[in-house]
């Protein structure tokens, strides 16, 4: 009866302390503690873990990347852009500049290898990265 107890409460907080699970079952810390290592060799209790709550949310590096092309073929440049899943968004514009990129990564070091991708496609003459410190607001979200 105490032992199912003791496994109801582990149950329930497997993070609490032997003494807290002491007073909770009217016995001593040395007693409970002798009935959990009991309980443990006879394979009543296999192991002891977690249950994961709200998930931790991912780092996330945000960027715009400015990007230059030889002509106007920003339709072919898009079509191989849209392949990479860290491209959350694709703009052309007029000016100077032929395209703008919002990219979300896990980290710098994925930021750089979506850049050196974007490089790589044919028709890209430049590539420059903006990398995003803060949001201040944003009026877009919805």
Do not use: W
């Amino acid at each position: 009866m105490v032992d199912e107890l003791i496994l109801c409460h582990l149950e329930a907080d497997g993070r609490q302390s032997v003494q807290e699970l002491a007073r909770k079952v009217n016995l001593s810390r040395s007693a409970v503690y002798a009935r959990i290592q009991r309980l443990v060799k006879a394979g009543a209790i296999a192991g002891f873990t977690i249950r994961r709550g709200v998930p931790v949310p991912k780092p996330v590096v945000s960027a715009y990347m400015i990007l230059y092309l030889t002509g106007p073929i920003c339709e072919k440049v898009a079509k191989e852009i849209e392949k990479i899943p860290q491209v959350k968004l694709s703009q052309s514009i007029g000016g100077e500049i032929d395209m703008i990129l919002t990219v979300e990564t896990g980290s710098l070091e994925d930021l750089n290898d979506v850049r050196g991708r974007i490089e790589a496609i044919k028709g890209v003459v430049r590539v420059n990265t903006c990398v995003i410190l803060k949001e201040r607001f944003n009026r877009l979200r919805r």
